[in-house]
């Protein structure tokens, strides 16, 4: 498996901008996250899916942030429109749903998009 | 909701020594600690993980102790090596919820 895959690598954008990071989590996983993590912050939880349906986004920082998850092989993160103070690293993670696969439980992280918005 | 303290937020230690870095966490209905391994400009990665039922575990040097009394759980490192410096984050979730509460980073530095 390739695990979790996230395009792009690396953003670098005008303020004002749309910005559009998307994720490939796992094949069979059925759980979905995004992270941001900045130096003052650390890792923040953004929002998250359960069979694509978004399960908790109270971490989304205002209306400027949007997220979808269209199908299980498919999620996207939207900043319209991004401001300087959203640069950061992006990481989606996903995981299986521990109660039905038996299986641990852990969170994969994909390799991150680092979003620069000058 | 889940509060996760770590600490220390720096530590340096001399190859060979063992490293300990430490977390408290809030929510008594926590049950599954895992700890990632952070390098730099990569992703976090699991190196061990830990559920309420067990009061500790151990993968080759690392280990990871459990005290669900006292809500804290702690990372060891022994015959620590320079590829072990990197920045460590604890996690905790409760049962129930698939939120991962990370801890604020400890960045472990191993002086050769």
């Known amino acids: 498996d390739a695990g979790v895959i996230q395009s792009p690598r690396h953003e670098v954008t005008e303020m004002g901008q749309e910005v559009t990071l998307r994720c490939k989590p796992i094949?069979?996983?059925?759980?979905l996250f995004w992270y941001r993590q900045t130096m003052m912050r650390g890792l923040e939880l953004l929002i998250y899916f359960n069979n694509n349906v978004p399960i908790d986004d109270s971490g989304m920082p205002e209306d400027r942030f949007s997220a979808k998850m269209p199908n299980a092989s498919f999620s996207t993160l939207k900043i319209q429109p991004s401001e300087p103070r959203d640069s950061a690293v992006y990481f989606c993670?996903?995981?299986?749903?521990?109660?039905?696969?038996?299986?641990?439980?852990?969170?994969?992280f994909g390799p991150g998009t680092r979003l620069l918005v000058l | 909701g889940e509060n996760v303290e770590q600490h220390p937020s720096t530590l340096s230690v001399q190859e060979g020594d063992s490293a300990v870095i430490k977390c408290t966490y809030s929510?008594?209905?926590?049950?599954?600690f895992p700890w990632y391994k952070q390098e730099l400009g990569k992703r976090p990665q699991l190196i061990i993980d830990i559920r309420s039922n067990v009061g500790e575990k151990k993968d080759q040097r690392i280990a990871v102790t459990l005290n669900k009394t006292a809500k804290h759980f702690s990372l060891h490192i022994t015959e620590t090596q320079p590829e072990d410096s990197a920045v460590y984050f604890c996690?905790?979730?409760?049962?129930?919820?698939?939120?991962?509460?990370f801890g604020t980073g400890t960045r472990l530095t191993i002086i050769p």
């Open positions: 993670a996903s995981s299986f749903n521990f109660r039905t696969s038996r299986l641990q439980e852990t969170q994969y």
């Open positions: 996690a905790a979730r409760n049962f129930g919820n698939e939120k991962l509460t």
């Open positions: 094949s069979g996983h059925d759980y």
């Open positions: 929510d008594s209905a926590s049950n599954y």
